[in-house]
């Protein structure tokens, strides 16, 4: 075979490949929507939308509407949100989800918590928040109780 010909055969088949790649890309198909508070219709900011086994995220916003890729035609999208409860949606690529309502989770918000010297409910804190079980701090030993530190403590 001529020269000319290997070279034109070898981009030939890196046109095409490059074809089908961006074919590839675009296949993933962009869904919308709006995720919404179901007690008082009020956009949800920041909840977090996940395709359901992948790890492809998107975060909803500050009007509650997010946009996220599927990675194939149809998938089940996640939604969760702090103080609400998980919400799963079946979709398909191309068309529009509407409006998503969560409900409130009621158990998590009367939660009482211990800060510093006070205690609040934790629906009334905006920071961030640990809950710690008073029985696996018991267990930790301290440096007073533990003997090589006891040395330490004396000199």
Same mark, same amino acid.
């Given at each position: 075979?001529?020269k000319?010909? @290997? ?19 675009? *296949? +993933?198909? *962009?869904?919308?929507? @709006? ?12 909840a977090?939308?996940? %395709?359901?086994?992948? @790890? ?17 035609? =149809?998938?089940t ?6 103080? &609400?409860?998980? &919400? ?6 191309? =068309?529009?989800?509407?409006d ?12 009482? %918590? ?5 205690? +609040? ?7 961030? %928040? ?7 701090? @018991? ?17």
């Open positions: 075979m001529p000319k010909t @290997k070279g034109l055969l070898k981009v030939a088949c890196m046109v095409v490949a490059l074809v089908l790649l961006t074919s590839i890309t675009y *296949a +993933q198909k *962009a869904v919308t929507g @709006k995720v919404l508070n179901k007690t008082d219709n009020q956009p949800v900011p920041g977090t939308i996940q %395709v359901r086994g992948t @790890k492809v995220l998107a975060q909803s916003g500050a009007d509650g509407t997010f946009s996220i890729n599927l990675p194939g035609a =149809s998938a999208l996640v939604i969760t949100a702090v103080g &609400f409860q998980a &919400f799963e949606v079946p979709v398909t690529a191309g =068309s529009p989800v509407g998503i309502s969560l409900t409130t989770a009621p158990n998590t918000l009367n939660d009482v %918590v211990v800060t510093g010297y006070t205690s +609040q409910r934790k629906k009334d804190i905006t920071g961030s %928040v640990s809950v710690v079980n008073v029985a696996d701090m @018991k267990s930790v030993p301290s440096e007073a109780r533990n003997p090589c530190c006891r040395a330490r403590l004396r000199a």
